[in-house]
């Protein structure tokens, strides 16, 4: 694959996953903007990530049989119309609506992850993953700095235009470079929707890869969505544009991503999985030590949130390297059942996380951070050092496997 076309497949990835992530940094805004509580304005974060969900639950498996090029363009399109749907909404109810529906659509990145793994070697297909991987971190990170910052400068509306400006563009520029695909698979909508649903049943190491990431992404979402509260909340009282700043700390995962993939090419994934689940286990008392607020709070808050974002996309890295070697006939739906569960998990952890702050305030959400790390990490040291251990050794080999 040339570095030309993997550029572009990087820049597709951080475009469509920072539309999920700037309305985390934009939330104050709406409330202020539309005389709405903070914890209703909220849903519209809670709201893209279902939608997401569900578009990764519904679209996704179609990337095993519609030509790629023809699909990413019509998403990217659909995004753009639904992101401007959303900057021109009057209410509160319209925005929620028009966010589902940018989440449905904005799955681009999930179409080229299959795509992509199917274009290289499998030696190199962990660096592979990393690198887009690292497109995508890069999109979640602007996304915020750049949602805090202009929302900030013009409204809290203007980061949905210019997402819907910039998405339309990137689906022209797709439409005239993107290589011709064969599909996979011909087989009907309905069976490919079906099918996550039995390779849950049957494929036990993608179980586990969703449970880790499930996991650990309902805390990652948790803990971002109510830094937005705590920043700017009387603890801190600043602005949206602090919490698109403090995004930008993470900017280090863009490197550790493409690392991390390295290690799994050339160790397998578990290990890297083990580190980055103590990891979070471990950035979660850092992060609770934020609510002093002053200084000392910031220095905790960016310490903090730099581990969890190196922990938890590093062990994304090693879980889809596992998951798309189970299958190579299959590999988005196999993206479809991984990262259906994954998303499920962080619309769950912003929903309870939003509860569990109104409630415990900012060490409640770094305690439900710890808890749901040492879920998974009980989990996987069950894989390491129990019954699953032998399903673990034989998951460093590719299936051959055909459509049923």
């Known amino acids: 694959m040339s570095r030309g076309l993997v550029l572009i497949l990087s820049l597709t990835c951080a475009v469509g996953v920072g539309n999920i992530y700037f309305p985390q940094a934009i939330s104050p805004l709406i409330a202020t903007g539309l005389h709405e509580s903070p914890d209703a304005a909220a849903l519209v974060v809670t709201a893209t990530q279902i939608g997401y969900t569900a578009g990764i639950f519904l679209l996704v498996p179609l990337g095993d049989r519609l030509p790629h090029r023809t699909f990413l363009v019509t998403l990217l399109a659909l995004t753009g119309v639904a992101l401007l749907a959303a900057g021109c909404a009057p209410t509160l109810p319209p925005l929620v609506a028009a966010s589902a529906l940018v989440g449905v659509t904005t799955v681009a990145a999930q179409i080229v992850g299959p795509l992509a793994a199917g274009l290289v070697a499998a030696e190199c297909r962990g660096a592979m993953m990393g690198t887009l991987l690292s497109g995508s971190i890069g999109g979640m990170l602007l996304a915020r700095t750049f949602g805090g910052s202009l929302g900030e400068w013009l409204g ?85 544009h602090a919490v698109g700043m403090l995004a930008l700390v993470g900017a280090a995962t863009m490197v550790c991503a493409p690392i991390a993939g390295r290690l799994v090419d050339r160790g397998g ?53 596992r998951v798309f070697a189970l299958r190579p ?36 959400v770094c305690a439900l951070l710890a808890f749901l790390a040492a879920l998974a990490l009980a989990r996987h040291l069950v894989a390491l050092y129990g019954r699953g251990s032998r399903t673990n050794r034989s998951c460093r080999t590719d299936h051959a496997r055909t459509d049923a």
Request: glycine share 10%.
């Open 156 to 240: 809290w509306r203007a980061p949905y235009l210019v997402a819907a400006v910039l998405v339309l563009l990137l689906a022209g520029v797709l439409a005239r470079v993107l290589p011709k695909t064969v599909p996979p698979s011909r087989r009907p909508y309905p069976a490919l929707l079906a099918e996550p649903l039995r390779l849950l049943r049957t494929e036990p190491e993608l179980r586990r890869s969703c449970f880790y990431q499930a996991t650990i992404f309902a805390g990652f979402s948790a803990v971002w969505t109510c830094l937005t509260l705590l920043l700017t909340g009387p603890t801190y009282d600043l602005g949206a």
């Open 269 to 321: 994934p578990d290990t890297v999985n083990l580190v980055c689940l103590l990891a979070v286990l471990g950035c979660a008392p850092v992060l609770a030590a934020g609510a002093v607020g002053g200084t000392p709070g910031l220095v905790a808050l960016v310490l903090g949130t730099l581990l969890l974002d190196i922990a938890m996309q590093s062990g994304m890295v090693a879980n889809q390297a």
């Open 329 to 364: 006939d299959a590999r988005s739906r196999l993206n479809t059942a991984y990262m259906t569960c994954a998303y499920l998990g962080g619309s769950a952890g912003s929903w309870i996380g939003v509860q569990v702050h109104g409630r415990a305030g900012w060490p409640g």
